[in-house]
């Protein structure tokens, strides 16, 4: 098979599910408004600066999925999905989807954004395979800690690397599509790396490597 990977946050979406996420649950009431959106802002800033801890990150992002029973989170996630992710989803990225379901390619999404939050997005865009930071489940309900390596910077390498050991395929001709620096090491294991609104740092580099820049912003 070939891949067309996809990265999810300002790349499919024409903004961040992870930061709005945080923005939701201080909208609803859910968390600490005040200090709550402080941090989830801070850390957004650090992540766009190239200067975030992952695992610092993860340990303030996962603690409201501990704080409440399974049936409260999805429905929480259900009006998500309405209210934050679907006005962010483009038409320009589902025809750049299309394009590589004609031509056979086998769809994968890999974000460092968390797979309770992502599972829903990815199956409404009609991708099967989806590589996310995992949420620890304990007696079906999430611990607060991170299971495994995030999916951030190598990290989405080396879990895609996993993948490709479990099935048995290659990247041979494979296409990565992502906005962020955050994500060189991925684009620079692939074939086809394609910058996608780029954030200024990853312009600069795919234009010094000739890497194909796109915009999927309508």
């Known amino acids: 098979m070939t891949l067309a990977i996809f990265d ?10 992870d ?14 408004p005040e200090e709550y959106r402080k941090a989830n802002d ?22 409201p999925l501990a704080k409440h029973e399974m049936s409260q989170l999805l429905a929480w996630r259900d009006q998500f999905m309405e209210k934050k992710v679907r006005p962010m ?3 320009k990225a589902g025809e750049l989807l ?6 056979g390619h086998t769809l994968m999404i890999i974000t460092a954004t968390n797979h309770f939050v992502t599972e ?38 080396s879990r895609l690397n996993h993948w490709l050991a479990d099935t048995g395929e290659s990247l041979d001709g494979a296409w990565f599509f992502s906005d ?19 954030d200024p740092t990853l312009e600069s580099l795919a234009r010094k490597r000739n890497w194909k820049i796109l915009s999927l912003r309508d």
């Not at 930061?19 to 609803?28: D, R, S």
């Not at 299309?98 to 031509?103: F, K, S, Y």
């Open 89 to 91: 989803m483009q038409r």
């Open 120 to 157: 829903p997005i990815a199956a409404e865009l009609g991708i099967e395979h989806l590589i996310a930071t995992e949420p620890e489940l304990k007696d079906g309900r999430y611990t607060g800690q991170v299971a495994g390596t995030p999916s951030f910077q190598d990290g989405k390498v």
């Open 19 to 32: 930061h709005a996420w945080g923005e939701f649950l201080v909208e609803e009431g859910i968390v600490d």
């Open 98 to 103: 299309d394009t590589h379901r004609t031509l």
């Open 180 to 198: 962020s620096h955050n994500d060189v090491p991925l684009l620079e294991a692939v074939d086809n790396p394609v910058a996608v609104d780029p």
């Open 42 to 63: 801070r850390f957004y800033q650090e992540y766009l600066n190239g200067e975030l801890d992952i695992l610092r990150y993860l340990s303030f992002a996962l603690q």
């Open 8 to 17: 999810l946050d300002n790349t499919l979406l024409a903004g961040d599910s």
